[in-house]
């Protein structure tokens, strides 16, 4: 903080008015709209002016702040020295390094800038392919696309991101943690070393160390650092942020502090536009501003799968599908369901940068793994199953273990071909429901 | 002008100190650093005038200089909007420089230089009111009246009016003479304050004409009327804007507007990158030509965010005030609401039901009361037909905004996860999604004329189907399929059929996602054949099964095949030799 110290001349406050666990009041003049203060060395931010009144929210928690504390107005919001320099590196929810290496030299942003014009984006349109046939067969992603995992707590998202963000071929993958565990911490530091990327990685890291408050600096910061390198770099980045239900769970502690009335689920009534700012920044450029792209990976934690609470809701609102993981219970292995899992932008690329059959097998085989799960249903309530009941639920376990699995590894024509011999191996023709001019091409002979 | 300086900011809501009298509703401009800020007055007390800023108000200070208006949110109105792309403002996107929207940067939302054939069809000593027609201008192949001035009050006299010719939107094109007998010149261009409805017809009558829309669920199942209001509620990741976009793509309307009310911005890019492309299958011209998009998508200001449903909705009016049949649709209302929820709690009112305001109500029954078919005074016809989708937090439709729009719009399209889950797309629930058109003896008659007298007893046994299909259902569930009678399955897979072939649709397939209301007719038809024909026989639920499997999976290649095409007929003659 030394540095921004050097640089803040402005006057000095020393009455605080008021303090609450997250915000501290005091009469000053000329100060700006979410401009900084470093309140005894902490840093702060305006949230609200009246008169002379204002009131700053403490990152790090007002705890040990005097009224008599030395309060700077530094003149400016929040902001991220940008340049190449950021790549392979790991900094705090300030920008910080907290990897031992220099101070970064570039040029300085102000975080949470504005939105691109929707009419400068470009449509994505290209297929991010992940080798997971849950994904890429069943919910394919597109580069400048927005998605969460909505998963338990206790499920392997982390691991499965980084999987995804190894194969996915970004040039920069920024890794945003919020309320990251240590262990998680170190996790993404290894596999990404391990696999000899540390170079293409940028990190903002917020652990569970780590004052709760600092975390909403966490997004704004990483999609900085993604815009530098989509816009002026015209590069390919990809963006993960875990968990952003820690993000939300901080919104509302400032929220409440400020006496706002809260929303559903204590949540403040802004959290659909405090999210959407950040999950908006996705985007796909046209080639003539470069190309680049921002793609965000995310992660919203369920409490008890409730998928109604306000923080998975308002994010399924605003993201482009998402993406849940499930124990199979036949096969043992993790896969992602395909019933409630969804990329909406999944037909921008089937059929077009895939195999033209690839929408509707991907459909028939989702119907009859349905039919399976109802066959279930009668099994065990008691009921004798058909012979298509007993058809559908051998074709399930094949389906769950040849493809949905997330320990597969294939390409798109791979998980297509895998899936016509499944469908040829358990049904006629007339069972699959897919258009004639297809099952002449594909449905060989049975 | 009056003016006014900052006392307090939180988040986008402004405090100002004022020095003169300021209108509830009126525009003013705050001066930050270099930029000049939009906003609007929502509140007063006393000297204290308490603003909505359009914009991000980072860096804003106290002391900050204001500068009013001395009028209400308003757009223009003219030749040159259709296939725009616009903010909620009203400002031409395409025109703003730079990939991000910069702040403090508003742009002219109709080109001034562009010229314009006009063609007079009023004449020197006519007596004219508001809103009467003087003149023609085409665009985009869609015939546009020059009005009278909306503002004009009492009757007045066309004093002269230009010949035809090539003209400017703002050069005047007629003089008339006011009761008072002053001189008013009329331009191309109207203004009108955006909250305000406009009321320039002579009667509004109750609407009945079909709105074809091509998608199978809605015009045959739950049809929508020219001038009629729906609305389309469902969880994330039912469909809501697949369907929209279809009904948009397809709609029998002479313009339609999309309002992309803070949702993702990749689906403006859809519309953007797709309707340039796509042909409107009524016209077989582009479909942007009669498309107008607002757009203020999730990341733009929240407040502007709320101005965009009403900026929509006036350039509909506008446009119904020409005789015209306008589609406008509002994705997502609940976005509108929650904007309205966010500064209500900045300005600290008691909240109402899930910290709404309290008259969200009224505001949504309003809005929607502005749509309907009207008759103009020279006895011409024109519709605004709306169509909004409402989030409703968690799928659950027992909250404020679903529970009031459900008082106000006529047609409800009730979105399923399950059916969604299950892929049954559109997942248009049959049983709970409803049409109130369907009862009104106008569109009985209306139907009987178009198609046939038949139509609506049909589609109301084909409804009674279904019920029956679901209940009989949740019986096999509980008693199993060898616990009911077998002709118990085949009253379910009746409903099966009425399901895969009637209001199941593929909008991704270049043929299924279109259907026009002649092989709609067909379909109807083949399906109420396979539904009363009660000869069926079957040894066990198990043929039963086969036996609807082979005729859906039939029914289904015919949906895909092109119209009356060999392959049609071939399919349709399988059916035929399975009954």
Redesign the interface.
Known sequence: MDEVMATAFQKVYTKISQITKATCSLKA???????LALINGKLAQV??????DVTLQVFEGTSGIPTNAEVVFMGK?PSLKVSEQLAGRFFNAYGQPIDGGPAIEGKEV?IG????????????SELIATGIAGIDLNNSLVS??KIPFFADPDQPFNEVMALVALRAKADKIILGGMGMTNDDYYFFKNTFSEAGALDRIIAFMNTTEDPAVERLLIPDMALAAAEYFA?EKNETVLVLLTDMTSYADSLSIVSNRMD?????DSM???L??DL??IY??A?Q?PES?GGGSITIIAVTTLSGGD????VP??T???T???LYLRRDTDTGKVIVDP??S?S??K?LVAGKKTRKDH?QVM?AA??LY?DAANAK??LE?G??L???DNRCLKFAYDYADKLLAIDVNLNTVEMLDVTWSLLRKYFKL??V?I??ELTDEYWGEA | MTKGFVSGVVSNMVTLAVDGPVLQGEICYIQTGGDRLMAEVIKIIGKDVYVQVFESTRGLKVGSEAEFTGHMLEIQLGPGMLSKNYDGLQNDLDKMEGVFLKRGVYTEPLDCERLWDFTPTAKPGDVVQESDWLGNVEENHQPLKIMVPFQLKGKATVKSIVPAGQYKIHDVIAVLTDEKGNEVNVDMVQHWPVKFAMTNYAEKPRPFKLMETGVRTIDTFNPIVEGGTGFIPGPFGTGKTVLQHAISKQAEADIVIMAACGERANEVVEIFSEFPELIDPHTGRKLMERTIIVANTSNMPVAAREASVYTAMTMAEYYRSMGLRVLLMADSTSRWAQALREMSNRMEELPGPDAFPMDLGALISNFYGRAGYVKLRNGQVGSVTFLGTVSPAGGNLKEPVTENTKKVARCFYALEQDRADKKRYPAVNPIESYSKYLEYPEFADYMANRINDEWIPKVMKLKTRMQRGKEIYEQINILGDDGVPVDYHVTYWKSEVIDYVILQQDAFDAVDSVTPMNRQEEILNLVTEICDKDDYQFDNFLDVTDYFKKLINLCKQMNYSTFESDQYYEFKKQVQEML
């Open positions: 003049k000329g100060v700006g709209y979410d401009e949230v609200k002016i009246s008169g002379e919001s102000e800038g504005p939105s691109v014009n929707p009419v400068r984006r470009k449509q994505p400048g696309q816009v706002q009335i809260p929303s559903k403040p009534g802004s659909y536009s959407a700012k908006e920044k985007v450029f501003v998928i109604t609470h306000a809701d308002n399924g609102y605003i482009e599908g998402q019933f409630r969804l909406r932008l037909q929408a459909n989702i119907r349905a249903t009668k309530n009921f004798d058909t012979d298509y007339e069972e429901n258009k004639k």
